[in-house]
Nanobody
Framework: QVQLAESGGGLVQAGDSLRLSCASS????????MGWFRQAPGKEREFVAG????????LYADSVKGRFTISRDNAKKTVSLQMNGLKPEDTALYYC???????????????????WGQGTQVTVSS
């Protein structure tokens, strides 16, 4: 089992950057595929980016491709999301999720992730 805690959110202006972090306190962090999702008020949870257990495979939503970068540090048990060129439409509560298994593919389906943090708010003003 893994426990997740996101940090790094805040209020920024359009065009600014933020770096979100997700720390795990569980065991075997390197056995989990990790993902970042977001949810704006009145909208469904939306996939942002995912990364395989080794970091060798990544997947991005079209809306963030080229602006966001996901990375992980298995020794520190963290996964990060570097967000550049932020837009007002990026405003949401950002969650990290974990999916157990080193043989699973990186997926954008939130239903496949069994563990979640509490989220960190990102607000981008225009």
């Amino acid at each position: 089992q893994v426990q997740l805690a996101e940090s790094g959110g805040g209020l920024v202006q359009a065009g600014d950057s933020l770096r979100l972090s997700c720390a795990s306190s569980g065991r075997d962090f390197s056995s989990y595929t990790m993902g970042w999702f977001r949810q704006a008020p009145g909208k469904e949870r939306e996939f942002v980016a995912g990364i395989s257990w080794s970091g060798g495979n990544t997947l991005y939503a079209d809306s963030v491709k080229g602006r966001f970068t996901i990375s992980r540090d298995n020794a520190k048990k963290t996964v990060s999301l570097q967000m550049n060129g932020l837009k007002p439409e990026d405003t949401a509560l950002y969650y990290c999720g974990a999916r157990y298994g080193t043989l699973v593919v990186v997926t954008s389906r939130w239903e496949e992730y069994g563990y979640w943090g509490q989220g960190t708010q990102v607000t981008v003003s225009s």
